[in-house]
């Protein structure tokens, strides 16, 4: 029995066609939700890239006592649980955070592809590196101006990250896949900034040669910074990478059923949060007072296959977040599930044999250093008292400060996009939400 994992960093789940709205063209994602198990409410735990990823490892909510920091050496994970019953297990992926971070550790194998966003990588100080933006309209000008020189060569679409990386995985298939059993861990940046897309996939959504700023990596904070014209860009930027994903996805699709696999591998597709694009007038993940979780970011994709055929076409609007990972891969593997893990085995539920994994998620941002550590009411959060954490339940979500008077609270079954605070006319179900998390 095997297991394939693809997590394509910061793809909201409204790009995504099979989840109904689809403001991106995903034919193959499309396609494998239709024969797998469509998860409508999975919503991020930790985060944002770091967090969460010590969440899928580890099996557990981390946001409460650590934050975007390495791998600590006494964490039980999930390569090295898999290793101990003899899984093989292969790591393929371009993140960088995840190098820096120790997050190969205990995989049989692992790959990096160089290269990403602002990867040390090309050095020559005689390629030309232009912004393609006013500097005041981007996030780091010097992280542009290394991803400018890393990508220099490129010139077809093979030469993108995301391509390399799914390439890297297929051929990692060929070679593997008369393994007895395996773990096969593919993790793309894209389609997280920067925003730079081939053309041809640009072209699906703008005017590639219209004169507007293309602002690959947008600061974040208050959109206001740009004209309706360049968010639009913007917008049309992202898209294309999302369809890029897609179509390298469906590639690693093909290649999985000429090889005979699908008859006994599960494959798992999801991401680790969404991206704001104007949204509450806001850009980006902000920080800071500006750091709420809303819908935009918290509710991320989950398909998942299983070659048994449970939950195939079927959507399931169960609350389901990360940490459920690691016991989903263990349970399908045959493998006891440690009892340091917070997370659900989904496949109960993809079975039909469970109607429910939780009442509520919790999604929140931690600070990096643990010194900068608080608690208020005796919950774990941060000293920079206003990031709030976000709880949300089937039909409401509250955006949870320190302070009550900033929190926000909205009725998501009826307000999906979170135009509407209720915050002063239902007090008492924000309290009894506040308590829940608290307890």
Request: glycine letters at 8%.
């Amino acid at each position: 029995m095997n297991v394939i994992v693809v997590l394509s960093d910061s793809l909201r789940v409204d790009h995504v066609g099979a989840y109904g709205e689809g403001k991106a063209r995903t034919p193959n994602l499309d396609r494998f939700a239709r024969e797998s198990a469509l998860f409508t409410r999975c919503y991020i735990a930790s985060y944002p890239t770091v967090p969460n990823r010590a969440d899928i490892w580890l099996g557990r909510y981390t946001f409460p006592y650590r934050g975007w920091q390495p791998l600590e050496p006494e964490d039980v994970i999930l390569p090295e649980i898999l290793g101990e019953h003899g899984v093989t297990t292969q790591l393929i992926f371009d993140t960088p955070p995840l190098l820096y971070g120790g997050f190969y550790r205990g995989f049989s194998g692992w790959w990096y592809i160089r290269g990403q966003h602002a990867d040390p990588y090309i050095t020559d100080p005689t390629i030309p590196t232009p912004l393609p933006a006013a500097p005041h309209k981007l996030k780091n000008i010097k992280r542009t101006r290394q991803y400018l020189r890393n990508r220099y060569d490129w010139r077809f679409e093979k030469d993108y990250i995301a391509p390399r990386t799914f390439t890297k995985a297929i051929e990692w298939l060929e070679r593997n896949h008369t393994l007895d059993k395996f773990l096969l861990f593919v993790d793309t940046w894209d389609p997280h900034e920067p925003f730079d897309p081939p053309t041809h996939y640009l072209k699906l959504y703008d005017d590639p040669y219209r004169e507007v700023d293309s602002i690959i990596y947008p600061r974040y904070g208050h959109w206001e910074y740009m004209s309706s014209s360049e968010l639009r860009r913007v917008r049309a930027l992202y898209a294309g990478e999302v369809t890029m994903v897609d179509t390298w996805f469906g590639y690693l699709l093909e290649t999985v059923e000429r090889l005979g696999l699908k008859e006994n591998t599960m494959i798992i597709f999801t991401s680790d949060h969404g991206h704001l694009f104007g949204e509450h007038g806001l850009e980006g993940k902000p920080g800071g007072m500006l750091g709420r979780l809303y819908e935009t970011t918290t509710r991320i994709p989950l398909i998942i296959w299983h070659p048994e055929g449970y939950g195939a076409g079927e959507k399931f609007d169960l609350i389901t977040q990360p940490p459920d990972l690691l016991p989903t891969i263990l349970d399908f593997m045959e493998i006891p599930i440690p009892k340091t893990v917070n997370g659900r085995s989904l496949i109960p539920a993809m079975k039909g044999e469970e109607e429910r994994i939780r009442e509520f998620a919790v999604s929140a941002r931690f600070p990096g250093r643990r010194t900068e550590a608080a608690v208020f009411d005796g919950w774990a959060g941060s000293s920079r008292a206003v990031a709030p954490i976000t709880i949300t339940s089937k039909e409401w979500t509250l955006i949870c400060y320190p302070d009550p008077e900033r929190s926000e609270l909205y009725r998501i079954d009826e307000d999906p996009e979170q135009e509407n605070n209720l915050i002063e006319e239902e007090p008492k179900i924000a309290n009894e939400l506040r308590r829940a998390l608290i307890d």
